[in-house]
């Protein structure tokens, strides 16, 4: 089986680097294994291990330092038969450590090798998470003052259930870089080496050093007891084929009838508690259901129970590429709440927007028509406002009939609330104007 490393970029790292000879090894283990250019995807981030994607000729993805992990994982589960192979530093298993942990945790098939070499090599030489404390580093002390990460133990105990550790000088470690490309599920495996650039002018480390490093924070070997499990992909498709089929919302077909030809924009403005995103919702699917394209953009506080509660639903006869509601075809006033989170908007309103105003809710000067409603009048509760304003909202623009509006309410709600929205729906579509 021929090389898979790219013969128009040769591999160039400083002289000694351990870098290159686990890029020799890895390229061994993918001859051993018989394995084609086009099958495999090399994914890499920054620093010195992050040019291995430019040095063997195969698929490759170079992203940000310490998210080579989320990017694999997408690569893999998009593309199941590609043999994904994620190369790391130890200054991105620290930076990334998160997407390390999860993807111990997932078990997906990749195979992750880190070039552990104790330092930010390409940086200047400062310390990483696998910096031993007595190393002289350009950190300073900062170093002394946290102990080094164990990986293989750190990757072991999230549920990793192949982690391998080595020397980059063991004689076995194409041997063992294959058996981790062909274990079928989450390999991990730790090769610590020397950066003659940076670390190893201050710390001289020998080969004999290092198997004695190794050796010391022990030799991990491959499968890992009690933590060997179904592989994430294959499960998630076994499950998925047995599960009962989604709703497929490309092939809906209509059941109601919109009159709409192109845009139309309506935000919502309440307080938390009034169901003002319920009622975005409701309007939303009702587009739905007449085979509108529709988003919804929902605005609140964190505190939930306190604070402003807006909603922006843009329908549109026409696929949306932005979903953004730059001027509103139609403001919904029902709290000084979402009043005032609009801001400075309400001044660029021109007479094609339609604001509906409860009556004892205040507004800017804005150059929209307004429709004042008093809802307390017609004895609409204020939990009931926003539903209620989808009746008064059809009626105006003339997009859904109130029945179309109920028939939405009687597919998408729970049981238990169909009535009474039903009721509201049609208490709002005869709300007197004013």
């Not at 394995?35 to 495999?40: A, D, I, K, Q, S």
Request: glycine content about 10%; proline content about 6%; overall charge neutral.
């Amino acid at each position: 089986m021929p090389s898979l490393l790219n013969p128009s970029r040769p591999p160039v790292f400083c002289p000694g680097c351990a870098h290159e000879r686990s890029l020799h090894a890895l390229d061994k283990a993918f001859q051993q294994l018989k394995w084609e250019p086009h099958e495999v995807v090399v994914v890499s981030d920054i620093g010195c291990s992050g040019l291995f994607d430019v040095f063997f000729a195969t698929h490759a993805f170079h992203g940000l330092h310490g998210r080579a992990l989320t990017y694999a994982a997408g690569i893999k589960l998009a593309r199941p038969h590609a043999k994904v192979v994620v190369v790391m530093g130890d200054g991105g298993v620290g930076i990334g450590g998160a997407h390390l942990l999860a993807a111990c945790r997932r078990n997906l098939d990749l195979t992750l090798l880190i070039l552990n070499n104790f330092n930010f090599g390409m940086t200047g030489g400062q310390y990483s998470c696998t910096t031993p404390q007595g190393a002289r580093v350009a950190s300073g002390f900062l170093n002394t003052l946290e102990p080094p990460l164990d990986v293989c133990r750190t990757a072991a105990a999230a549920g990793a259930p192949f982690v391998v550790r080595r020397s980059v000088y063991s004689a076995d470690l194409s041997a063992k870089f294959a058996e981790a490309l062909s274990y079928p599920g989450f390999a991990v495996v730790d090769v610590w080496g020397g950066c003659p650039g940076r670390f190893m002018k201050a710390n001289p480390l020998s080969p004999k050093d290092l198997d004695v490093l190794v050796e010391k924070a022990g030799l991990w070997d491959g499968p890992v007891s009690g933590n060997e499990r179904a592989e994430y992909g294959a499960e998630y498709a076994r499950r998925l084929g047995a599960a009962a089929p989604l709703w497929d919302w490309k092939g809906i077909e209509p059941r109601v009838r919109a009159n709409l030809c192109g845009r139309h924009g309506a935000v919502f403005l309440g307080a938390a508690g009034e169901r003002v995103l319920s009622a975005g919702h409701l309007w939303a699917m009702t587009g739905v259901w007449a085979g509108l394209h529709v988003t919804q953009k929902n605005d609140y506080n964190i505190t939930v129970m306190r604070g402003p509660s807006i909603a922006e639903v843009l329908l549109s006869s026409e696929p949306i590429d932005y979903p953004g509601i730059e001027e509103p075809d139609a403001v919904v006033v029902l709290a000084r709440d979402g009043v005032e989170r609009m801001g400075d908007v309400w001044r660029e309103l021109s007479p094609r927007t339609l604001v509906i105003q409860s009556a004892d809710v205040p507004v800017p000067e804005h150059g929209g028509r307004t429709v004042v409603v008093d809802f307390k009048k017609a004895a609409v509760g204020r939990k009931d406002r926003a539903v209620a304003s989808l009746g008064i909202l059809a009626r105006l623009s003339g997009i859904f009939q109130i029945e179309d509006l109920i028939e939405s309410a009687m597919s998408s709600l729970p049981p238990s609330q169909r009535d009474a929205t039903a009721e509201v729906l049609r208490k709002g579509a005869d709300v007197p104007l004013g």
